[in-house]
Nanobody, 115 residues
Framework: QVQLVESGGGLVQPGGSLRLSCAASVSIFSFNTMGWYRQTPGKEREWVARIISGGSANYAESVKGRFTISRNYAKNTVYLQMNSLEPEDTAVYYC?????????WGQGTQVTVSA
């Protein structure tokens, strides 16, 4: 049973930074893709960032240049460093890890950007 546990969310002022973590219960070597999505009430879940097994990373236009995704194989953890946060970044952030036939999601962590 694969479990993903996010942490690091919270309340931050505009322009501030947060680092989200996603700890997996299995080796992250087993995943083809690892990424982050976010969702606000009444809207569909939105893709934010992705890193593939080869190491390439991709970002949504809205976060490019501000967010950085990374991983630590020794800790089986994926990170999302979020800088220059804006009120529009307020959402529940979900970790996603994928294999060819399975997708796994964390429970979500709330990020609120407000003065």
């Amino acid at each position: 049973q694969v479990q993903l546990v996010e942490s690091g969310g919270g309340l931050v002022q505009p322009g501030g930074s947060l680092r989200l973590s996603c700890a997996a219960s299995v080796s992250i070597f087993s995943f083809n893709t690892m990424g982050w999505y976010r969702q606000t009430p009444g809207k569909e879940r939105e893709w934010v960032a992705r890193i593939i097994s080869g190491g390439s990373a991709n970002y949504a236009e809205s976060v490019k240049g501000r967010f950085t995704i990374s991983r630590n194989y020794a800790k089986n953890t994926v990170y999302l460093q979020m800088n220059s946060l804006e009120p529009e970044d307020t959402a529940v952030y979900y970790c996603h890890c994928g294999k060819p036939l399975n997708d796994y999601w964390g429970q979500g962590t709330q990020v609120t950007v407000s003065a």
